[in-house]
C-alpha cells in the first residue's frame, strides 16, 4: 500500500478581493518507509498541499488517501495516522517542554503514567532533556523546531509531515534535524518534508518533486533527476563583457549567469580541450573551465527556467561553519 | 494507537492547560479585580455617609441605611467580565498555531472551543467571589439572608458566561486578541448606562431610556432587591431572564462563529 497517493489535487482560495489557485495540479506517490522531498520557491503552494494532505484544508477538487484512507471523507483516521509538524509552529510559551509533551500525550490517549515515561523518550529523542523544565518562550528557535518535531512524534506515528522543518536554522542545528528525521525513517516511519534548500533535498530526500507555481514541474530521485539533464555541466568563466558576449554566439545554446557561461553535454570533460579551441582561435580568452556532474541546481533551472534563491547561502553558511 | 479519550477527558485536559497559562501571568488578573474593588470602596467612601445613613427618612434612603448593599452588585457586575478572557485566550491559541496543532489531531473540536469557556467561568467565580467575600467583610448584609449571596453569585455567572461567549465570537471573528481586548470595552456602556449609582427613577430622561435597553440594568436590579429590597420576585425573575438571554445569545453567537473557525477553508 502506498503511505501518500495524491491525485491532481488543487486548491483555489476565494475571498472577496481575489482568486488564488495557490495550488493547481499536484500529484505524487509516496512509498512507505521514504523520505519525500517537496522542492519550491516561496508561495510554490508547499504548504497548501501539506495542509490539504493533513486534513487543516478541504481539497478544492482531486483525491489524496493516506494510507489508504480517503484524506476529505475520512479526516478523523487520517489524523490518527499521521504526526504533523506546520511551518509555523504551534507551541504554547508560557508552558514548559515536558508539560507540553505530557499534555499532547495525554491527548494522545496515554495514561498519567504511560505519558509521563512517553515524556521523558521525546525529550530525549529531541535532545531537550536539559532544558525541559523550562518555559518554551525561552528556548532558541532551533529549539523550537525540535520541541516541534517531537510533539509531532508522541502517537509513533507512521506517517510524518513536516513543513520546512529546517527552515531559519544554523547549518549546525540544521544537520541535528537531518540526522533525526533520518533515523526515522530507518525506523520505518514515512516522511514527506517541503523544503527551499536544494542541499536539504539531496541530502535528506529519497525521492523529490519539485513544485513551482502550484504544479509539480519534475518528479524522481535526486540521481535521477541530474541524469535527466543528460551530460555534464560546462562552466566557462570570463573576465570581461565582450569575451563572454563572443563566447555566447561560439557556443551557442548556454545559459549565462552572471561572468559565467554553462553548456550541458555529454561526456564534458573530452570536449574541454575542443570548445577551448574553438574560443581562442576566435580570440576570446577564458579565465576559467570546469566539467561537472550536473547538480539538483542545474536541474531546478532546466525545469523552472530560473534558480532557487537562496540556496547559494546556505552553501556559503555552512563552508563557514565548518572552519 | 487509538485515541481513545472521550470527549470529556479531552476537556479536562485542555482546561488544565488553560489553567496553567492562566497560573503562569497572575498578574492579568489583577486589573479586573481591581476596577471591581475600587466601584465597592470609592463610591462607599464618596456615597456611602450620604445614601448609607443621611439620607435615611428622605426620599432618597433607597440604600435603606447600608450602601454597601446597594454598591455591591455593580462591583459583582464588573468582576464577573472577567469572562471575556475566554476570548482572548482562545485567540491567543489560534495565533501561536496551537489551535492548529490540535485541529490536526483526532481530539473534538467543541473540545478546543469549550477549555477556554470553562477557565472564563472559573475566573468569574473566582473574581465574583473574591468581591463578595470583601463585600461580606465591610458589611454587605443581604436582606433576604444569607442566601442573597448565592443567588447575586449565580446571576453574576450567567452574565459572565454571556460575555465569555460575546468575548469568542468577537475575537474569532476579528482573529486577533486585539479584537478580543477590544470587546470587552462594552463593558463602558454595560456599567455605567445602567442605574449604577442610584435607582432607574432617579435618572436623567434619556439615561433612563438607554437603561431601560440595558440588560445590565436587570441583572443590577435583581442583585439590589435581594441585597436591599428583600423577595421581589419578578424584579429578580427579569435579572435571571435578562442575563440568561443574553448568555444565550453569546453563546450561539461564539458556538457559530467557533465552527466557523474549525471548519476546513
Ligand atoms: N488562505 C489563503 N488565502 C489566499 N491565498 C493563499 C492562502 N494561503 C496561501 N495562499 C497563496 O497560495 C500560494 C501558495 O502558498 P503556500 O503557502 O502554499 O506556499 P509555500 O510553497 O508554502 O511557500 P513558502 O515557502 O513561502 O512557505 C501563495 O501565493 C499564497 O499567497
Ligand atoms: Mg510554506
Known sequence: MLAVDVKNIKKTFISKQDIVEAVKDVSFQVKQGEIFGLLGPNGAGKSTTILMLTTLLSITEGSASVLGIDVASKDKEVREKIGVALQDTGLDNLLTGKELFFTTCRLWGYSKKDSEVRTGELLELVGLTEAAERRVKTYSGGMKRRLDLGLSLVHSPEILFLDEPTTGLDPGSRRVLWDEIKRLRDNGVTIILTTQYLEEADELADRIAIIDEGLVVAEGTADELKASIGGDVITFAFDNYDDLENAKNILKNTVQEKNELRITVEDGASKIPVYLKDLSSNGVEVSSVSASKPTLDDVFLEVTGYRLEGSEDIKKSEEKSKR | ?265
Open chain 2, 1 to 265: 494507537m487509538e485515541s481513545n479519550r472521550s470527549f470529556l477527558v479531552q476537556l479536562q485536559i485542555l482546561t488544565k492547560r488553560m489553567v496553567l497559562r492562566v497560573v503562569r501571568r497572575p498578574l492579568a488578573e489583577l486589573p479586573n479585580l481591581i476596577i471591581s474593588a475600587f466601584f465597592l470602596f470609592v463610591y462607599d467612601g464618596a456615597l456611602g455617609g450620604v445614601f448609607g445613613g443621611a439620607a435615611s427618612g428622605t426620599p432618597f434612603d433607597f440604600a435603606k441605611g447600608n450602601f454597601i448593599n446597594f454598591i455591591l452588585p455593580v462591583s459583582i457586575v464588573s468582576a464577573s467580565l472577567s469572562g471575556a478572557a475566554s476570548g482572548i485566550y482562545l485567540v491567543e491559541d489560534i495565533e501561536s498555531g496551537v489551535f492548529k496543532r490540535y485541529q490536526s489531531m483526532p481530539i473534538s473540536r467543541w473540545a478546543i472551543i469549550l477549555a477556554p469557556m470553562n477557565v472564563g467561568a472559573f475566573r468569574v467565580l473566582l473574581q465574583s467571589g473574591l468581591i463578595l467575600f470583601i463585600g461580606i467583610i465591610i458589611g454587605a448584609d443581604p436582606a433576604v439572608g444569607s442566601i442573597g449571596f448565592l443567588i447575586v453569585l449565580s446571576i453574576a455567572f450567567i452574565w459572565g458566561m454571556g460575555f465569555a461567549g460575546y468575548s469568542v465570537a468577537a475575537g474569532v471573528k476579528s482573529g486577533s486578541s486585539q479584537g478580543a481586548q477590544a470587546a470587552t470595552f462594552l463593558f463602558f456602556p454595560a456599567i455605567f448606562l445602567a442605574p449604577t449609582f442610584v435607582p432607574r427613577e432617579a435618572l436623567k430622561g434619556w439615561l433612563e431610556t438607554a437603561a431601560a435597553y440595558n440588560p445590565t440594568t436587570y441583572v443590577i436590579e435583581a442583585m439590589r432587591a435581594v441585597m436591599v429590597d428583600g423577595w421581589e420576585l419578578d424584579v429578580l425573575f427579569r435579572g435571571y431572564l435578562s442575563a440568561g438571554l443574553f448568555a444565550a445569545l453569546t453563546l450561539t453567537l461564539a458556538v457559530i462563529s467557533a465552527r466557523k473557525a474549525t471548519e476546513k477553508a
